[in-house]
């Protein structure tokens, strides 16, 4: 070997599998590569390639698309890229080249043959391949039931038109006045009546709003030139492919040069959405708690099949809590046709991530009945019964009863408006750490079902306490604090080692619900009402407790954590196992794992912030 | 016809005529590639030396490097490192530039015996260097002094490239800009140990991939617009 050359070999030596491999193979390997520079925008194979070919990232990124051209991933520095060395597979997939990339090249012959006597190594990229293929050939399926919708349904069904056009003289004000008057979240503008350009409302807040530049500004200053488009007989699906791949929401649709109507990401959304919406539609008709329960065990295929379709992990909660919820209203509407009309008026409360529009799957129940004063002792029975019926059927439905008996059934939890204002006050007033752990839960309240006026003016009462008490939000604050991100010493991933998820990062306790706790913290604090966490992040940015920087950093952790959390259950969910929060790091790409340690370097940050603030 | 009397093809045939020691004559058997060649199909060998000094008389080459590149692929099969024996003592400074120290340099081969290989390696193909001005002057000297005669040597210089580039910018730059290293930092390509005559050699390569990558071209350009000028120094 020349030692020269033993820098790549080092490369290659990091990379699995190549790291299980002894020295003098991986010096063989590396005699055998060749080093190609790629073009940005290009696609893999390059052309003038004669046989098949490894591709290992040295520098650079490429993106995997399905023949369907959904994104199925990224690749990054230090990243494999196998599927072009099995036979059949590589017609599935298109790679394109995102950054100018440095790739190192092997051809697959010689890896089979240099790897001839590693089975275990040679088979971890048929593996990673056929992993692959199972997904491309679940998505096929997926296309022709769920995506029906949206290959069925041509543009111009759905489009918006006459579209909202401006002259791209007008000023940034002008615009943004003449979007709200119209009610539209895009403008085309004109130059000699020909479009020379788009605007969008996220246009405005970043390159004007946030840059600061003064609203008399052009609007030319900050649209974007190029406008993409479509023709309005193309079908939704490609639509949202076009936008997916130019990471854009907004589509002009033109036919022979003549600008007939816009569309958004939003009007695709809604169109996709019809798939819960028939959920819950269903379940509203549900006359059994069978019905229900069989309504119920779409969740889980609803949840993958929103994930495989590319649909923002925010919608896919908002999604799922929706049915959960009709789930929820069902069951007390079957309740009270069991029991009778309620005796005083009440309020059915979610708690925790149900409350705050983010559940995946089925969640554990988390819920509480808040009864109008006016109760009385005898009503007493009727609400034990009506707590029963419903924590029972939705145990039923697959929701199991909170291990911390945070449910009504408890009779803790099954009391007046008044009771509960108690409650709060003392929790707020004298912390304890039970007192605490509590507040973290029903802090998240929403109404289901009932009077939501009962629940409005208890949240009133609370939130007019909580921004003065400085010593209950410094107690809050450190009880959050203790939940911390998985990032070791030298910022790399610790991970879990109980035994049964070894080797794993808990995305769940150590991602998603440190931030879940900051935003509690910052809504109490500032005496915010929302109650899903990336509301109240944007109610609290720029606020004294959180700069608008640090709420955008929070609002994408958030989002990428539990992106991958949703992409993993959906996994877990095609592979026929029970979902959950552990994410084994060798599951995502380098890529990914670096952004991951971005997410979680926020997530430290901000808990070193609010732990200088509040010092107990 | 111009070209026919000062292109490098006609050179090639002129020199094979004089030349009697087989190495070189071997060497100059072999056609060079046509000018008209798009590049991606140029065989071209990216070449880097080690040295004492920029004086191609009084300075001694300490190691050579080597690799050859075929359809802008770099084929590290063909990699070959070389630490030079030469005579007399190291100039310190320039053991702690290269890190070869006399004990190191003992193990290497005398220059004449390396050449053989090296202008085998040679054959048919264009050489890719950084700064031709070394590379070009040593390998002259050299087969001056061993077979008596300096061949004409088809080159293309990275650092020409860049330097065409950046004067097309009306932005300034130092010299320094033009240095291996800092190109390849503005290329975004990863970081090798510098001063090893094969990792330089491979940098280079890469440098060279980049550079043609700047210029947007939507089919190769012909070796012609990228190689020296034959009577350039």
Redesign the interface.
Known sequence: M????Q??ADFIAAIPPFDRLPGAVINQI????????L?RGGDLPPD?TKEPLLYIL???AVSLFSSQERLLGKLGEGDICTFFCMEDEHHHFVVRVDE?T?IY?LSCKTVQTLLAEYPDELAYFHKTASHRLNQTVSEMQLNSSISSTLLQTPIRNIMHTPVITADSSITIREAAQLMAEKRVSSLILLQADKPVGILTDKDIAKRCVATGLTRNTAVSEIMTSTIITVGSHTDAFEAMMKMTRKHIHHLAVIDNGQLNGIISVSDLMQLEGRNSVYITNAIRKAKSIEALEEQSRTLPQLQRQLVQMGVPVNRISEMLTAVSSAITRRLCKLAEEALGDAPVPYAWVAAGSHARREQSGHSDQDNALIIDDRMLPEHQPYFTNLAKFICDGLARCGFVYCPGDVMAINPRWRQTSQVWGDYFHNWITTPSPKALMYCSIFFDLRTIYGDETILQHLRQEMLQLTPKNELFLAHLTHNALKLKPPLGFFRDFVLVHDGKHNDTLDLKHNGLAPIVDLARIYALAEGVEAVSTLERLNSVAGSRALSSNGAENLRDAFEFINTLRMRHQAQQISDGKIPDNYLSPSDISKLERAHLKDAFKVIQTLQSYIESRYRV | MFNFIFGYESQRRRQLKKVAAAPLKQYLATPFPDLKTPI?RVPILALDFETTGLNAKTDHILSI?YVAID???????S???QIIHTIGDLREESVIVHHITDDKKSRGLPIAEVMPRLLEAMCGRVLLVHYAHIEKGFLRQICQQLYGLAPVLPIIDTLVIARKRLDQRTTLYSPGDLRLFNLRQR????R??AH????DA?AT??LF??E??LKKYTTPPPLKSLIQQPWSR
């Open positions: 020349e030692i020269e050359l820098e790549i590396t005699r055998k590569i060749s080093i190609r520079y073009r003038n040295r520098t650079g100018d440095l090249t | 991606d490097g359809g802008l692929a770099i084929q590290l099969e990699a070959h490192h290329h975004n390509l990863p090798y140990r090893n005559a094969l990792s491979i390569a890469e991939f980049a043609l990558e």
